[in-house]
C-alpha cells in the first residue's frame, strides 16, 4: 500500500499534468476558432467558382480542356495524405491513415501504380516505420498556413496531371462538417469534378464574355489552388478541434484522478491519526 508521502507525490504529478493540458486545451480552442473562421470565410468563394466552372465544362467546346481529362483505364494515381505534425489530437492522425492505407489497398489490387505524398509528421512517421515508400513528404502545413503555401501544393499537382505524369490525384483528409463532427474523407483533386446538374443547363441561352474557353483556362487553376486550400484549412480546423476535445478529456480525467488521490491520502493520513491517538491512550492506561 503506497505510504501519505507516495500519494502527495502523486498529487503533485498529476496537477502538473492537468496545468499543462488545461493550457494545451486552453491554445487548442484558440487556434480552432482561428482556423474554423477561415474555412467559414472561403467556402462560399469556393462553391460559386465550382458552380462558375460547371457552368462553362457545360459548354461542348470547352469540355475537353487538359485538366479536365478523364482517363478510361487510371494507370497511375497520386495520393496526397494530410496529418499533422504533433500528436495528442486523440484518433485524428490514426483516422486518416487507415482511411487512406485502404484507399491505397484499393487502388492497388485494382492494378493502379499508386505515388504517395506525405503530409506532416505522423504520416512521414508511419510510413517510414511500416516501409511504406513516398515520393515527397511535407512539414510546412500547420496554422500558419497561407494561401500562397497552398498554391505551390496546387501548382505541382497541376504540373504533373497537365504533363500526364499521373492519371488522378487523390486527397486525404479531415473534413470539418460543424463543431461536433469532422470525418477523414478522399477528395479527388485532378481532373477537376464537374457538377452534373450544371450538364443538364447546358442548352439554357447564357453569353459569356469573354468565350466560355477563355474564362475556363483563367478559371480552372485558381478552383483547383482554392480546391487544395480549402482541403488543408479543413484538416487544420479539424485537427485543433481534436486536440482541444482531447485535452479537455486529459484534464478532466486529471481532476477526477487528484479526487481520488486525496481522498485515499485522507484516509492514510486518518487511519495514522487514529492508530496514534490509540497508543496515546494505551499508554497513558498502561501507566495508571
Known amino acids: 500500500m503506497a505510504t501519505s508521502k507516495e500519494i502527495r507525490s502523486r498529487i503533485g504529478s498529476v496537477q502538473n499534468t492537468k496545468k499543462i493540458t488545461r493550457t494545451m486545451e486552453l491554445v487548442s480552442t484558440a487556434k480552432a476558432k482561428k482556423a474554423v473562421d477561415k474555412v467559414v470565410a472561403s467556402r462560399p468563394y469556393a462553391q460559386k467558382i465550382k458552380e462558375l466552372i460547371g457552368s462553362l465544362a457545360a459548354q461542348g467546346e470547352v469540355a475537353d480542356h487538359p485538366l479536365l481529362r478523364r482517363h478510361t483505364h487510371i494507370r497511375k494515381v497520386l495520393v496526397v495524405v494530410v496529418t499533422a505534425n504533433r500528436g495528442l489530437c486523440g484518433g485524428y492522425n490514426s483516422n486518416i491513415i487507415r482511411t487512406s ?135 487544420i480546423a479539424s485537427e485543433q478541434i481534436a486536440r482541444r476535445i482531447a485535452m479537455k478529456s486529459a484534464t478532466d480525467a486529471a481532476s477526477d484522478m487528484i479526487k481520488s488521490l486525496t481522498l485515499q491520502y485522507n484516509r492514510i493520513r486518518q487511519a495514522k491519526i487514529t492508530q496514534e491517538i490509540a497508543e496515546i491512550v494505551g499508554g497513558a492506561a498502561a501507566i495508571q
Open 101 to 235: 492505407v485502404a484507399l491505397m489497398e484499393a487502388y492497388k489490387k485494382a492494378g493502379v501504380e499508386v505515388v504517395l505524398h506525405a503530409v506532416g509528421k505522423k504520416a512521414i512517421s508511419y510510413f517510414n516505420y511500416q516501409k511504406i515508400p513516398y515520393a515527397a513528404s511535407f512539414t510546412n502545413v500547420d496554422d500558419k498556413l497561407r494561401f500562397s503555401d497552398a498554391q505551390k501544393f496546387a501548382e505541382a499537382y497541376m504540373e504533373a496531371f497537365a504533363l500526364e505524369t499521373v492519371d488522378k490525384i487523390d486527397i486525404v483528409y479531415t473534413k470539418y462538417l460543424s463543431a461536433a463532427t469532422q470525418k477523414p474523407v478522399v477528395d479527388t483533386v485532378l481532373p477537376v469534378e464537374i457538377n452534373t446538374e450544371e450538364k443538364e443547363h447546358k442548352s439554357l441561352p447564357f453569353l459569356f464574355e469573354p468565350d466560355p474557353q477563355a474564362i475556363l483556362e483563367s478559371l480552372l487553376p485558381k478552383a483547383i489552388c482554392m480546391n487544395v486550400y480549402q482541403s488543408l484549412i479543413d484538416a
